[in-house]
């Protein structure tokens, strides 16, 4: 076991906030800040599944069934985060592999923050209701 911290996975969201205003290099910080919140709202949303007792593996597969689980839950919050993770899964799917991009560029980048920063929050607020209740 390593004796290394915890990684904060929304420093990714943060690392985003600031590729995003890059005017240097601006394609590929746009790109990678699109990636960036992607992984800061997965792995928030992965740990907070497998804290609940759901079984998610550390390979590609996890991404899908991520937000599937998500999208078929009881709760609206979890239902709400399962849609807008698969967009982003999606937005992040072309920002790493789509040339030319398909999209407004710097659109998709600022959707991506707002969709990460939405999915982090619901998961906090879910998180605080099972701590209480």
Known sequence: MSSLPEFDW??????????????????????????????????????????????????????????????????VALRRVGCRGKGLQSDRGRADYDRPFPADLTQTAQFSLSGAELIIDLIRTERAKTQQG
């Open 10 to 75: 929304p420093d990714f969201l943060a690392l985003a906030r600031e590729l995003v205003v890059l005017d240097e290099l601006a394609e590929a910080a746009k790109r990678s800040a699109i990636s960036r919140a992607y992984y800061a709202a997965f792995n928030v949303v992965k740990g907070f599944l497998k804290s609940r007792g759901h079984t998610v593996p550390d390979t590609g597969e996890a991404h899908d069934l991520v937000w599937g689980i998500c999208k078929n839950d009881a709760g």
